[in-house]
């Protein structure tokens, strides 16, 4: 199913919806007959609200209202552009939306969920062919120019990958270098009585890649750690179900090979610094 919003020219006044309760105690017959709304899960939560309250809806603070008995809390969707709003949502019948906002038959956008892509189409040429003003689109097309924003924090934080990645090596390389330079005299003496190059650059980047591995594997639980924290903190800080860290096993994955890999390097270069200078030469005589 396809989902075309169809946004009708005007846009829609926002709903300036002021919430009161008007009595927790209301009579059943009478609530009974009074339209019914689902309103936002924190407003249950800040208002002390439950199913079955009868509350005042207007459009102004002092302006009339309109009397509709609580029938359902909705939570808010992960959805990234709703993280910063504070707004409480409102879900009320076509009906007492158009009575409440006095306007009559007029709208100014809403969606419509078609079959199939050839329906979708056919939807998109009949809406836009009605009149001047009438612009359909596709609801995918919407989310990417709503969209862009988070592109442009998602290539950040990719910079910021990338240079951690950058000086993990450069830490990586100056650790091995300052272990070489530790064991000069050992690796000048097992030279002295046999040991090949290649053994010692073996013997180096095996340990180099240890290091590195040991590494990683600190830091994938530390990130997971860090992860939760801050999942934990800004779930609660806006009330909301959206992810905004995750540790991924491609991530995980990424952050294994790539440490192998400069362990390997940083191994082979610090190495080269021992294999390259005579045996005499690394015990200083």
Known sequence: MMRVLLLLGVQ???LAALVTP???????????????IALDERLRQDAALK??????LATTPDGP????????????TADPSEVARSEY?????????????GYGDRVDRFAVVTRDSAATERTLSAVNAQAFGFRAHLSRDIAVETGRTFAVINRFHRAIGVITILASAIFLLCIMLLRVEERRREIATLRL???????VVQAIVVEATAIALLGAMLGTGLG?????????FYQGLYRTPLVFSLVTPDVVL?????SAVLGVAAGWLAAQRLVQRAPLALLGR
Do not use: E, M
């Open 193 to 199: 009585i046999g040991l090949s190059r290649r053994t």
């Open 65 to 76: 209202g309109q009397q509709l008995v609580v029938s359902a809390f909705t939570k808010r």
């Open 254 to 258: 990424l952050a294994v090979v790539l």
């Open 224 to 232: 997971w750690v860090s992860s939760l924290a801050v999942n934990r």
């Open 51 to 56: 199913v079955g309250d009868t509350i005042t």
């Open 12 to 14: 829609l006044a926002v």
């Open 22 to 36: 008007a009595s927790a105690q209301a009579d059943r017959s009478f609530a009974r007959a009074l339209s019914t």
């Open 89 to 101: 949502k409102v879900r009320l019948h076509l009906g007492d939306l158009q009575a409440l906002l």
